[in-house]
T-cell receptor, first 113, second 112 residues
Framework: GENVEQHPSTLSVQEGDSAVIKCTYS??????FPWYKQELGKRPQLIID?????GEKKDQRIAVTLNKTAKHFSLHITETQPEDSAVYFC????????????FGQGTELSVKP | GAVVSQHPSWVICKSGTSVKIECRSL??????MFWYRQFPKQSLMLMAT?????????EQGVEKDKFLINHASLTLSTLTVTSAHPEDSSFYIC????????FGPGTRLTVL
């Protein structure tokens, strides 16, 4: 089955700097890759997603890139702000085979003012 | 995106009791609902997949007799934790299968 590895587990940046979180997946049939932001005690919130027919997607300060050949995808946050501090999770799934999400281990991002 | 509600948002119970968690899809018909569990400072792990009108499928290591899932309608799926023990204390979250995956607000279960 699918396995998703996420790095780093913790990331500390200064406000205004960029943050990059990387994930690798094992199942080449996976075709949907969402990213979630989770604040303490709350549900994961979808912040951006990408499908396998696209190599890059951007939404304001957030971007995701996908390399299907290498089976890895990355989250890029530019001009970080203290409110970006949270735990971020990547996930992967194959919608043709049920659509259940397999999550990475999470990255705790801390943005220092 | 999909609007999902869960009830209760938190529950504290004594060891040995059963707890029912409801997950409602408010703005579309969910033929499939995913149930996840998240222990403190850990990632989300899929427990089971419920399908409307049929039996749920459970992930490896999840006891189907302990975590009873019912998906009686296209808008309601329930998870019952039977004979709960302290090790079942966790954050339980549902997510209807859709083109874009959103999550319910979660239920925090604490078993004393």
């Amino acid at each position: 089955g699918e396995n998703v590895e996420q790095h780093p587990s913790t990331l500390s940046v200064q406000e205004g700097d960029s943050a990059v979180i990387k994930c690798t997946y094992s199942d080449s049939a996976s075709n949907y890759f969402p990213w979630y932001k989770q604040e303490l005690g709350k549900r994961p919130q979808l912040i951006i997603d990408i499908r396998s027919n696209v190599g890059e997607k951007k939404d304001q300060r957030i971007a995701v890139t996908l390399n299907k050949t290498a089976k890895h995808f990355s989250l890029h946050i530019t001009e970080t702000q203290p409110e970006d501090s949270a735990v971020y999770f990547c996930a992967a799934t194959n919608y043709n085979q049920g659509g259940k999400l397999i999550f990475g281990q999470g990255t705790e991002l801390s943005v220092k003012p | 995106g999909a609007v999902v509600s869960q009830h209760p948002s938190w529950v504290i119970c004594k060891s040995g009791t059963s707890v029912k968690i409801e997950c409602r899809s408010l703005d579309f018909q969910a033929t499939t609902m995913f149930w996840y569990r998240q222990f403190p400072k850990q990632s989300l792990m899929l427990m089971a997949t419920s399908n409307e009108g049929s039996k749920a499928t459970y992930e490896q290591g999840v006891e189907k007799d302990k975590f009873l899932i019912n998906h009686a309608s296209l808008t309601l799926s329930t998870l019952t934790v039977t004979s709960a023990h302290p090790e079942d204390s966790s954050f339980y979250i549902c997510s209807p299968r859709a083109d874009t995956q959103y999550f319910g607000p979660g239920t925090r279960l604490t078993v004393l």
